[in-house]
């Protein structure tokens, strides 16, 4: 990939530099508390953190959206050569084929080289995030990267999740979808609504078949820049029109079975259709990238599938774009639709030392993730032979012997790692709130440089209205729900539609609309 990842140093320059936005004093105050805030204390290196309120007022109502880049993680380092101070910060990923990796950093820089600083003026972009962790996508489009500090105007993006929250959908058949994806193309599809960007998301939030108790959970999130850009439609751009739809991997883990699911494909589809026929984007100025290359068993067609949804595919949009893309009036329109990925990453070099119980020389890293991030790996079901447990990589190191270092996470051994792509699963269960990393090697020739902690999650499938667990919302479970009305709601109930804590009259008619036959037929 192009992208860089922003060490501690670049993002004080970043921090440093005088743009045309200044982000909101509590964000100033927090970095420069952080930059500030390291401290050695008895040979050990200690991160402070500071909490802040969240300024963005206008962007995700009062609470603005859910900024990852000022979630960071206490670290130390009890034992090993520091030759330079770890860092840690949270970021998400897009999941390509081959369970590929393309982060948020990536993404951004992807965007600023290729499509902002090659122009004279920047292209309108909107973008669209329906997968897994997604808000974790805005913070570098906000603030920038090494490639352009300060960040970008001219664009707006909206995600069905934040940066640490899952996006969920439903696989009942004819019902196939993103929950907030779907919201939101009914918001901007012009046969139906034709709405603005920001009234889109906002519409989409109080969408029927969007329920309360899943907005809850997912935290959809949105910003601009300018606040003009609020304003704009998908084919507000008088220029050039181009669009990348990708969805990287559209498996499902319905009831323990994995399969290829149809609710990406489907919405994917409507959103092509959109394009397309309603808002003048030419065909072949679309490009559509999707799982192997292939549609999913029994999908409608319709859907022009350009190729796998490869990395390279991915980079591919951005380097060599359908048209070319010249300035201020030609708009861009990027979705994504597939599953997200959340990691930890640690950036820095430690050496290992002797060790004086052992033979073998070791290092060991300390920290305490954010409980945003516990909550996360807790909340994601994983399935060894779907998308994988969560898993420990190296991403450099500086081994020259090419010794096999040992890696234990919280005092269990992970396995042994020869070469850096190597991934180390783990047992979600051994992450708590606070954490030790060991490694350990043949001899002290070994320096550990950057590594990362990593989910990746899969689309749940929404059980809201399906009381009896079978899968189909149908009349059982309507009648389930009128039986009980006026009765207190327990956590997690499927039979409080609305999320208000009861379960009433009201409830059954919002789950009579995802009934998955005709009169809610079993």
Not at 399 to 419: A, D, H
Request: a negative charge; aromatic letters at 10%; hydrophobic letters at 40%.
């Amino acid at each position: 990939m192009s992208g860089h990842r922003l060490s501690q140093g670049a993002r004080a320059d970043v921090a440093s530099k005088t743009v045309d936005h200044a982000p909101p004093k509590c964000e100033s105050t927090h970095r420069l508390q952080k930059l500030l805030g390291v401290t050695l204390v008895s040979g050990i290196f200690f991160f402070a953190v500071v909490s802040c309120a969240w300024a963005t007022a206008r962007n995700n109502g009062a609470a603005g959206y859910q900024d990852q880049s000022l979630v960071f993680t206490p670290i130390n380092v009890p034992i090993g050569n520091v030759l330079i101070v770890p860092t840690a910060q949270y970021h998400s990923s897009i999941i390509a084929q081959g369970l590929r990796r393309i982060t948020d950093t990536d993404f951004a820089n992807l965007v600023f080289d290729n499509f902002v600083l090659a122009q004279a003026a920047f292209p309108s972009l909107n973008i669209h995030m329906g997968q897994c962790f997604g808000g974790g996508f805005i913070d570098e489009l906000d603030h920038g990267t090494a490639d352009l500090p300060g960040g970008m105007s001219n664009f707006t993006i909206n995600s069905a999740a934040a940066w640490s929250r899952l996006s969920n959908g439903q696989e009942t058949a004819s019902k196939q979808r993103n929950l907030y994806s779907n919201a939101w193309w009914v918001q901007v599809d012009a046969s139906i609504n034709n709405k603005q960007m920001l009234n889109a998301y906002t519409a989409a939030l109080t969408f029927p078949l969007f329920l309360a108790p899943e907005r809850a959970k997912q935290m959809p999130q949105y910003f601009s820049r300018p606040d003009a850009r609020d304003a704009a439609f998908l084919n507000s751009a008088p220029g050039t029109k181009i669009a990348l739809l990708f969805v990287g991997d559209d498996r499902v883990n319905v009831a323990g079975m994995i399969r290829r699911g149809q609710s990406m494909y489907r919405d994917a589809l409507r959103m092509y259709g959109t394009l397309i026929n309603l808002y003048g984007y030419a065909p072949n100025n679309v490009k559509v990238y999707y799982h192997d290359g292939t549609a999913p068993p029994g999908a409608p067609m319709g859907l022009p599938i350009d190729g796998p949804a490869t990395v390279a595919n991915f980079e591919s949009f951005f380097l060599a774009p359908p048209q070319v893309i010249k300035g201020e009036d030609d708009g861009i329109f990027i979705w994504i639709s597939d599953h997200g990925g959340l990691q930890l990453q640690f950036t820095g070099q430690v050496g290992l030392v002797a060790n004086p119980v052992g033979m073998a020389a070791q290092a060991q890293v300390d920290f305490s993730p954010d409980q945003q991030f516990l909550d996360a790996v807790a909340s994601t079901e994983f399935a060894k032979d779907f998308l994988g447990l969560p898993y420990l990589q190296l991403d450099s190191v500086l081994n020259s012997g090419g010794e096999p270092i040992s890696v234990f996470l919280n005092g269990s051994p992970l396995g042994t790692v020869t070469n850096p792509t190597d991934r180390l699963e783990f047992d979600p269960g051994l992450l708590t709130s606070t954490n030790s990393i060991r490694f350990e090697a043949p001899s002290f020739s070994v320096v550990i440089g950057d590594f990362s902690l990593n989910i990746q999650a899969a689309m749940r499938e929404s059980l809201i209205c399906d009381v009896d667990g079978n899968e189909v919302v149908d009349r059982n479970d309507i009648n389930a729900i009128f039986a009980a009305r006026g009765t207190a709601a327990v956590a997690d109930d499927p039979r409080d539609a609305d999320g208000d804590g009861m379960v009433t009259v009201n409830d059954a008619r919002i789950c009579t609309l995802l009934c998955a036959n005709t009169n809610c037929a079993p």
